[in-house]
Every structure is written in C-alpha cells, then in structure tokens.
C-alpha cells in the first residue's frame, strides 16, 4: 500500500505517514455520499446547525492543536495558522450558522406581467447534491471549511481531497466534523495526489469547487464540462498594490509586506506587484526595506518568528527560475534573493526586486514565494494602466490619504475585490464574497453569495385563478387575434392610452374559458 509522507517543510522530516486513497475507491465514496445526502437534505436546518455548532465548539476547543498541526505541516508561525486559518474558519462558520436561516429562505416571486395573473412563485434554494472540494496546501483548514460549512448546512455532502501536502490537517478537520455527529459518508476525505483529485472528478459530484493553480483548474474545468458539472474555480492572483504619494506611506509599507510575506509568500490574495507613485517612489522603497530587514525568519514553532520556510524544494526552485530570469532581464534585487540553508531545507530570504522589465516573469506570472517587485508608476492613470496589465484579477489594494479617491480608483481595476488602505484581510470577512476575474477563475466562496453556489435553485409556481385562460394555449381563433393584440398593446405600447384601452379585449381573452 502507498503512503503520503507529512512533512514539516522547516526542518524536512517526515512526521507522519497516511495510506493513500485507492483510485477504486473515490467512486464508491461518492456513491455512499450521495445516498447519505439525501436524508440529510430532508433533516430540518436547525437539526443540521447543530451538528455544525458542535463541530465549531470542538475546533475551539482544540484550536492550539490545530494552529500546531497547521503550523507543522506547512511551515507558517503558529500564530499566523491560529489567525488566518483557525480564527477565520469560526468566524466563517459563525457566520453560516446565524446566517443560513435568511440566506436558505424560499423567495417569493412577484409576478407582474398581466398574463401570469394568478400564480403565485416561489424560489428554494435546493442542495446541489454530492459538494467535490479540491484543495491546495496553504491555508489547509480555512480554505476547504469556508466551502465545506456553508455546503452542509444547505443540505449537501462533501468529498474532499486535501492537497497531498496537507493531508493531515484535512483528515483532523473530518475527525472533528465526525466528532460532532456529522455521518462520516456525509463528509469523506480522500488521500492523494492529481490522479486522485482526476478521479475525483471523473466519479461525477454535482458541483466541484475547486482551489490551485490556473493551470490545474483548466485541467479540472475541461474534465468537469465533459459530464456538465459545474465548477467553482478559485485560482492563483497576481495582485498589484497601487501606493500613491498622498498616502501614509509608513502604514502602506508595513501593509504591503505583511500581505505580500505572510505564509511565506505563499498567499493567492498577496500584494505581489508594488506600483508605487514616482514622487514618492524613493522614499517608498527606503521605508520598506528598513522595515522588512527586521522580519524575522524562522521555523513556525518558535516564538517572534515572523515568517516561516517554503512548502517544498520544488517551489523554491520555481522562484529561483523566476528571480534569476528577471533579474537577467536587467533588474536589480535589492533585499534577500537568496536561500538560508542555515534554517532548513527550504527557507528562503524576503526579496524586493526592483528596475525589471515589465515582460519578465515576476511581472507576468504568478509568484509564490517572498519576492515583491516593486515598479514607479507616474500619475494615477498609469498606475491604473499597471495594475491591469496581467492575466490575473484576483484582489487588489490602493494606499491614498484620499478615501473617496481610493474607491474611484477601485472601480477601474480589474479584480475580484479592491481595498482601500488594507489589503489580503477581506479574505477573512465571512460576509464578504471571495473569488476573481480573468484567470483567477470563476465563482465566488464565502458570503451569501458562497452558500447560493452549493445550490440549486428551484422555481414552484402555482396557479391560484385556474379560470383564467392562457394567451399562449391552443385555440389560435381569428377571431381572438385582436383580443390577443390587445395584450400585446396592454403590456408594451410607449402610449399610455392606448394601454388603457387595450384592458377590455385583453380581459375578454384571459377570462374566455375556451382552450383546446
Ligand atoms: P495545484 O493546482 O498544484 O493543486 C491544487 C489541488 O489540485 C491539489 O489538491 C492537487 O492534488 C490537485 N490536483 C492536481 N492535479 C489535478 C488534476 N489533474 N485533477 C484534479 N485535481 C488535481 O495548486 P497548489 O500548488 O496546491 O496551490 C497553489 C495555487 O493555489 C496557487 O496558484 C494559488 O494562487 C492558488 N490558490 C488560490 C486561492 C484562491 O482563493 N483563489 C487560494 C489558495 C491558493
């Protein structure tokens, strides 16, 4: 039997071992998640809030474990995996849980056309079914729950393959689910890598909502049309951070690093591409690196450390191949740019970079690690013209002394979000919807709006006057084509009079009992 390794990236040791999943057995997974959603479908809300309420108890209740386990098994400071991962998932889940009730809430339709007279409609919100979630590694808890919770309390089942570089941190968030009295089919984890996420996939769930690299959601989105599945994409980022001279540029530098360095640089919504206003560009970048040569880095376990190591060897290598390709294209690295082997295996220092070519990788690609390219922009109108030039539109910020500035400016970048004098934290605002433009996917999580999308909704109409005739049912007669018209001129004519009268005929058809 094959096994996945946990590893701790700050040291590289192997903590843990975990069979892995067979291909085999995902479709029997899903199966069995099908049959258990349907009575949990049926099961009343609050019956589900408390099954969920309990699951957020015991994560409170064992939160310094999961901040550890977190921490361990992908290298960020406890605390950061106590802050975005652990806090974020019981806001998220607070939030669901006093929200769902409003958010899952049949809607009534007003009917206004006249020729609908009579019926009365209604909208459920109906759980999509069986909910694939599919995973990547840095933010191993808060990401799969921010999409798992709101799924369960709609009344769906959730498949969920982990990234393979985390997978225990997915298989304690199941035990806690399970603790709290969650069927175990209702919520399954499997163990594995891409063919298991493909077989995933292939075992067709109602919805997939997957989270990673542009380059494996087109896989994941190609495979899902084929069966028509919908898919929920949430992809990598590139995001600019738009510093302009009016700014406080002492907050905007300690802003900008804390979103472009947390987790290692490991973020989809980071600040990665620094535009900063020319008068001010100089004493931007002197600020900047005085205050990010006093980050600390370090293993995650121990306290005052700021900054943790890099996943895998792999990842470094890519920011390498990035870095040195730029940097040949004639940009200056002004901080880091190099490993610390003296920590661990994959430690890596926080870099800026600066004079680069706006065609080199760290502009054009996306970048997961600690390296911020940071480029002078002249007024508004090019720093506006930058942060849109790329492929990306995940997030966004923009640092002024001018709020009302701020947010005109914000209604001209191309992202899924844009803040004002902040940057990365929304990810962590349970009401807000998270998601991106162009290649940062489709779909939003989180939010009112993250909950609708683990259903289907479902039109009930019923006729309350069933004496009225339909207009469009059989009995073409020639002699109600005028009185047909005159529903016509009743509902669209520009002239006021003529609608009014048009209301004889129009009534004469709805109420003549003589359909075929
Ligand atoms: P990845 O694309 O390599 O892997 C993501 C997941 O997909 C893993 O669980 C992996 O095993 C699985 N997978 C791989 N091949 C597959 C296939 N063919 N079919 C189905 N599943 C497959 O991404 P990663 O390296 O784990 O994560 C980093 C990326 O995630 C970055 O691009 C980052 O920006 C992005 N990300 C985006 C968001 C967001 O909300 N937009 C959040 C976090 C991370």
């Not at 225990?168 to 199941?174: D, H, M, V």
Request: hydrophobic share 45%.
């Amino acid at each position: 039997m094959s096994v996945i390794p946990a590893i701790n990236p700050a040291t590289g040791a192997t903590f843990a071992e975990t069979p892995t999943t067979a291909p085999e057995a995902v479709e029997h997974a899903v199966r069995a998640a099908r049959l258990a959603q349907r009575s949990w479908a049926r099961r009343p809300l609050d019956e589900r809030r408390r099954v969920i309420r309990r699951f957020q108890d015991l994560l409170f209740a064992r939160r310094d474990e999961a901040a550890g386990l977190v921490s361990r098994e992908n290298g960020k400071p406890a605390v950061e995996a106590m802050l975005t991962d652990v806090a974020v998932s019981l806001d998220i889940t607070r939030y669901y849980l006093r929200h769902a009730p409003r958010i899952l809430k049949p809607r009534r339709l007003s009917h206004s056309n006249v020729a609908v007279l009579g019926k009365r409609g209604r909208l459920h919100w109906d759980p999509m079914g069986v909910i694939a979630i599919i995973a990547p590694w840095n933010y191993p808890l808060l990401l799969p729950l921010g999409e798992a919770v709101p799924a369960l309390l709609a009344g769906n089942a959730v498949v969920f393959k982990p990234s393979e570089f985390t997978v225990r941190t997915g298989l304690f968030t199941r035990d806690l689910l399970h603790q709290a009295g969650l069927d175990p089919d209702l919520f399954q984890v499997l163990v594995g890598g891409g063919e298991i996420g493909r077989a995933l996939v292939a075992a067709g769930p109602d919805k997939i909502f997957f989270t990673g690299s542009a380059k494996t959601g087109r896989l994941v989105a190609k495979a899902a049309a084929e069966q028509v599945i919908p898919v929920n994409l949430e992809l990598g980022g590139s995001d600019p951070c738009i510093v302009l001279a009016d700014a406080n540029l002492e907050r905007a530098a300690s802003g900008a690093i804390w979103s472009r360095f947390t987790n290692g640089g490991q973020t989809c919504v980071a600040a990665k591409r620094l535009i900063v206003e020319r008068k001010v560009y100089d004493r931007f970048l002197e600020i900047l690196l005085g205050k990010l040569a006093s980050l600390t880095v370090g293993p995650g376990d121990q306290p005052g450390v700021d900054m943790g190591p890099m996943i895998r060897e792999s990842q470094v290598r890519e920011l390498e191949r990035q870095l040195a390709a730029t940097v040949a294209l004639g940009a200056r690295v002004r901080m880091g740019g190099r490993r610390r082997p003296d920590l661990g295996p994959t430690f890596f220092e926080p870099t800026v970079v600066t004079d680069l070519s706006l065609d080199a990788p760290l502009w054009r690609e996306e970048v997961f690690g600690p390296v911020l390219p940071v480029v002078a922009a002249d007024d508004e109108e090019e720093a506006v013209r930058l942060a849109n030039d790329s492929a990306y539109g995940l997030s966004a910020s923009i640092w002024t002394g001018d709020r009302g500035r701020g947010e005109a400016i914000a209604r001209r970048i191309e992202s899924g979000s844009v803040l004002i004098n902040d940057a990365t934290c929304h990810v962590g605002i349970a009401e807000v919807p998270h998601g991106g433009e162009k290649e940062s996917g489709l779909g939003r999580t989180h939010g009112d709006v993250g909950m609708l999308e683990t259903c289907r909704p479902r039109y009930v109409g019923t006729d309350l006057l069933d004496w009225i005739r339909k207009p469009w049912w059989f009995g073409y007669h020639e002699e109600s084509a005028g009185d047909r018209d005159a529903i016509m001129r009743f509902l669209y004519s520009p002239s006021p009079l003529a609608r009014l009268r048009a209301i004889p005929r129009a009534l004469r058809l709805l109420v003549n009992r003589r359909p075929v």
